[in-house]
C-alpha cells in the first residue's frame, strides 16, 4: 500500500519512540556505557549468517541513531524498525506510531494518485527538449546498423 506521510508525522513517532527501548523490544540486549550510550550485539550480523561475539552495536539515545562498527549499518528508529523487520518506510512508520499510540494525520492514510501508466509517462518525456535528441540519434544508430548488416550479408 503506497501511503504519503507527513514530515510532522515523521517528527512525531521519532519522538515518542526512544531508540533504546525499540531497540531492547526487538531482543536485543543493550548494555549502558558511561557516556549515556548502550552497546550489545549487532541483530544484523545474524541477518548475514554471521555470528558476533564481541558488542559493536551502538545505541545513541540522545541523538536517536544506532551504528554497527561491525557491518556498517545505521539509522534511526524508522531505519532500525524497516531494517529489523523487513518492512517498507510507510509501514515502519505506521506500526511505530501505533506502538507510541500517535495517531497520523489524514495525509498518512490516503493512497496517492495512481502512477501514471506507460503511455502518459511517455507523453511527459516528450515534453522535454533532449528526450528529441536522444530519439533521433537511436534512429540514426538503427539505420546504421541496418545498413551494415546489408552490407556484410
Not at 531492547?24 to 548494555?31: G, I, M, Q, W
Not at 531505519?79 to 518492512?87: A, E, G, S, V
Not at 493512497?111 to 511527459?124: F, I, Q, R
Request: aromatic share 6%; net charge positive; charged share 20%.
Amino acid at each position: 500500500m503506497n501511503t504519503r506521510i507527513t514530515d510532522r508525522d515523521i517528527a512525531l513517532v521519532r519522538d515518542h519512540n526512544p531508540i533504546a527501548s525499540v531497540v531492547l523490544e526487538s531482543h536485543v540486549d543493550l548494555t549502558d556505557t558511561d557516556d549515556g550510550n548502550a552497546t550489545g550485539l549487532c541483530p544484523f550480523h545474524n541477518l548475514r549468517g554471521e555470528r558476533e561475539t564481541k558488542p559493536s552495536f551502538h545505541v545513541t539515545p540522545a541523538r536517536g541513531m544506532y551504528f554497527c562498527f561491525g557491518c556498517g549499518e545505521g539509522g534511526d528508529v524508522i531505519t532500525f524498525m524497516m531494517k529489523r523487520n523487513n518492512l517498507t518506510f510507510a509501514e515502519a512508520v505506521q506500526r511505530l506510531a501505533k506502538r507510541a499510540g500517535v495517531k497520523l494525520s489524514n495525509a498518512a492514510k490516503q493512497d496517492p494518485a495512481p502512477a501514471p501508466s506507460g503511455w502518459s509517462n511517455l507523453k511527459a518525456a516528450s515534453r522535454n527538449p533532449l528526450t528529441g535528441i536522444v530519439l533521433a540519434i537511436c534512429a540514426v544508430c538503427l539505420i546504421v546498423c541496418a545498413i551494415v548488416l546489408r552490407v556484410t550479408a
